[in-house]
């Protein structure tokens, strides 16, 4: 089969090094791609979100799959464009428009949620007119506020704090000055769960579904989960918390009523889904879903999956996704995020990297690299992820950070503590 993945980051290149180990596969295209996804296929100067020369392209190249990275696109309604195409017959993994919106609205995810009977925080939604019947609601509250942009803010639209006055200040900005532009045209607000987050994902062809490995990421830039939040500084798998009673409970009152109200509603959908949750002494919360795998989680989830993925996404296409044996491998993963100084902020590109043709026991996916010429440069915030397999966590981190002492480009920063709260 002739494969384009969508995407330039390190879920991108995850996707593209599992799916080169693939029989199935003839040739492996990656739109843009990156300096490390290169090594598994050709990368393509195409836009995510240019439909009509995607289009173009996969006709020319007689792409016989798609396979949808980001949001974005998603939102935009990709899968959507290429099947109400006659010309285009290929198939698209990844929702609609309609199930996309379950990350693109936050808003329209709660009362699905809601809909639905699936457990998660109060809350309610406010615009700009109705800001004093916000600051209302935060009167109403006990610290620590959440409050969440409705829309896309690349994992950067939740802010949590614990003073009413900087929670007034943060709605006010949201919805005034618009901190987040379009993405924060509504504001979410809801109660505070104090609990422990985790990572679920599942690949779904809208009937059947496979839950794959379990994974925690860790979002703030900052040890100790401090700072502003990012697109995720690392993550881990297995999770030592998510047991077997636990996942039955996420199982019964999660995932299968998420699946059973997409097709209740008639929305179809083919791809991954993931749910953010949170742990509350025993009972799992749903705090947000995202429709495509997640990043950094991608980067140790994907090494554990021991089926052939191509061979997952031909039956999640063709709807007969229950017929496939999902094999994961028992050990532990862990990936630690190296990132350019001032993410996530402003911050300085072109760096070139050194070391990664030292790199032995370890498995890189770059997630904000380029090529220029023979030496490979920054070019993003997040730059490259380091991912390593160990018997226990505390052996798959140490040799994460061993590896991330021996590559280095100026301002490289990275947190320390990445799956240390799982070893108390």
């Known amino acids: ?66 396979i949808v990275g980001p949001e974005a696109p998603l939102v935009g309604g990709i899968h959507d464009y290429f099947l109400n195409d006659p010309i285009t017959t290929f198939g698209v993994i990844g929702p609609k428009k309609a199930g996309a919106l379950l990350e693109g ?12 009977k699936i457990p998660t925080a109060p809350s309610r939604t406010f615009t700009s007119d109705e800001l004093d019947e916000g600051y209302n609601y935060l009167k109403e509250l006990s610290p620590p506020y959440v409050l969440k ?40 607000i809801e109660n505070y769960l104090d609990g422990i987050e985790l990572s679920v994902f599942v690949l779904t062809d809208g009937k059947s579904y496979k839950i794959l490995p379990v994974a925690k990421d860790y979002k703030r830039i ?20 998510a047991d077997n009673d636990l996942m039955d409970k996420i199982e019964e009152r ?26 509350v002494k025993g009972d799992p919360y749903m705090i947000e879903y995202n429709a495509r795998m997640g990043d950094p989680e991608a980067e140790a989830i994907i090494p554990r999956i021991k089926t052939d993925l191509l061979e997952m996404f031909i039956a999640t296409a063709e709807g007969n996704l229950e017929n496939t044996e999902v ?14 100084k001032g993410y996530p902020g402003s911050y300085e590109k ?13 498995i890189i996916f770059h997630a904000g690299t380029i090529k220029d010429k023979e030496s490979i440069k920054t070019n993003g915030g997040r730059v490259l992820a380091i991912t390593s397999f160990g018997n226990t966590l505390e052996e798959a981190l140490s040799q994460s950070y061993r590896t991330a002492d021996i590559i280095n480009f100026e301002g490289k920063i990275f947190r320390t503590d990445i799956g240390r709260d799982l070893l108390i």
Request: aromatic letters at 8%; glycine letters at 10%; a negative charge.
């Open 1 to 66: 089969m002739n494969i384009l993945i969508l995407g330039s980051g390190g879920r991108e290149h995850a996707l593209a090094w599992k799916l080169s180990q693939s029989s199935h596969l003839i040739k492996l295209y990656i739109a843009p791609g990156n300096a490390g996804t290169e090594k598994f296929g050709e990368n393509v100067p195409l836009s995510v979100m240019d439909f009509d020369s995607i289009k173009q392209f996969a006709l020319k190249k007689n792409i016989d799959m798609l």
């Open 350 to 362: 072109d760096k070139q990297i050194n070391g990664l043709e030292k790199v032995k026991d370890s």
């Open 254 to 279: 999660i995932i299968k009523p998420t699946i059973n109200g997409l097709q209740q509603e008639n929305i179809m959908y083919s791809g991954f889904i993931f749910f953010g949750l949170m742990n």
């Open 222 to 241: 900052g040890e100790g989960d401090t700072g502003p939040n990012t697109g995720g500084m690392g993550s881990v798998s297995h999770v030592p918390f």
């Open 327 to 340: 094999v994961i491998d028992d050990r532990y993963t862990a990936s630690v995020m190296l990132a350019s």
């Open 105 to 116: 609205s936050k808003d329209f995810a709660k009362d699905f949620m809601n809909r639905h």
């Open 149 to 188: 942009a409705d829309g896309l803010a690349a994992g950067k639209g939740v802010i949590i704090t614990n003073d009413e006055d900087e929670a007034r200040q943060t709605l006010y900005s949201m919805l005034k000055e618009a901190k987040f532009g379009d993405a924060g045209k509504k504001i979410i």
